[in-house]
């Protein structure tokens, strides 16, 4: 409910900057919100919930790889500091790296369909999701791991009940930060290529001068990255029973 309140009060308050800009500047290239809200049959009638859907997609398939790939990757490095020597290079100078100057490749590889869009949003994500699995694996209280074994546990309950629990905090941490990312790399990526998606729907808005669906579709996508980061964050709640709530 806290969770809620502040979605609704933030919510509020954006509202109010808004109204208050529009009042100021005064411009048809920033309609008020009254306005925009009073046009959202339009913006429901144009189709936005297929852009949406198509847009979520490509957001749960680029976070879904990420994690695939980005745990098992953040483990590794984790336990061997073999590995960890010979992946470390590779991903501090892949990090900082903007994704998004990788479209033109990803496209010319996987063409202009969905793949090379998810690409770009597995990248976005991916190394967040390595470093934030292996700092946290790392973090581990060696003690427990000797203790566990000698009351003869397997592997298997060693990451089961120690090194799953240490690193989903931190996990989820990262996949707060990686779906607010992925939604504002999906703005770019859908500008090509593509005629569904939010990005295209806000953008072709733009192109026709229709300011008012052009913040229409801005409201729905914020709204449903807000929704995104309230549901992951009442996931992380609940696996997470035992971390102190923020």
Known sequence: MKKTGAFLLGFAAVNLLWLAAATLLDTRALPGPAEVYAHFGDVLAAGVFRHIGASLWRVFAGLFLALAVGVPVGLLMAASPRWNALLHPIVYFSYPVPKTALLPVAMLLFGL?????????????????????????????????????????????????????????????????????????????????TRAGIGY???????RIDYLEMYGGIVVISVVGAALFLAVDLLARRLCRWKEPS
């Open 201 to 207: 729907y806000i953008l072709d808005a733009w192109s």
């Open 113 to 193: 369909r969905d793949g090379s869009k998810i690409l770009i949003i597995l990248l976005t994500v991916l190394f967040q999701v390595i470093v934030a699995t292996r700092d946290a694996a790392r973090a581990v209280d060696p003690g427990l791991y000797q203790v566990a074994v000698s009351a003869g546990a397997s592997r298997g309950r060693l990451l089961g009940q120690i090194t799953l629990p240490a690193v989903l905090p931190e996990l989820f941490t990262s996949l707060r930060i990686g779906v607010g990312t992925a939604l504002a790399v999906l703005f770019i990526v859908e500008a090509y290529g």
